[in-house]
């Protein structure tokens, strides 16, 4: 698990620096790990799957990206439940995912939900899921 947090720290860190390529590779790694090393239920698959979601929305591929953080999601809601940050998280970046593939309608009671979250790092993530989501509310717009 410290290998995956690690891993983890790392990629969000290329992704956040805008080092896309390195940041997939990492949570692709992660993934593998917690496939072969966990029990298929465990709660930490949700997140190399989020990873590769926002992976997959920064390099503009929001269809790939839905099933990532659909899966994400479900893994958040049942061991976290649907009023949790980390599960806001991830019906933020979904929101995004959708709005990319002008689908505004689906994401915005997803986006809505996240918002009643406080301060800390879960709600500093959630605000550049939004800004995510924003900016590819804008580009469906342009289209």
Known sequence: R???????????FHLETGDIAVA???FQRMRA???ETLDPGHSFHAVPLLGLG???LAQ???????????????IQEEHLGP???RTAEVQTWLGASLTAQGRPDEAQPLIEASARFGEGEA?????????ANQAAFRAAQRR
């Open 2 to 12: 410290w290998t995956g947090m690690a891993l983890k720290n790392l990629a969000e």
């Open 24 to 26: 997939e590779r990492l």
């Open 33 to 35: 790990i917690s496939d």
């Open 54 to 56: 926002r992976v997959a």
């Open 60 to 74: 503009g591929r929001a269809v790939e990206a839905e099933p990532l953080l659909r899966e994400a999601l479900a």
């Open 83 to 85: 009023d949790h940050q």
């Open 123 to 131: 709600r500093r993530s959630i605000q550049r899921a939004i800004r």
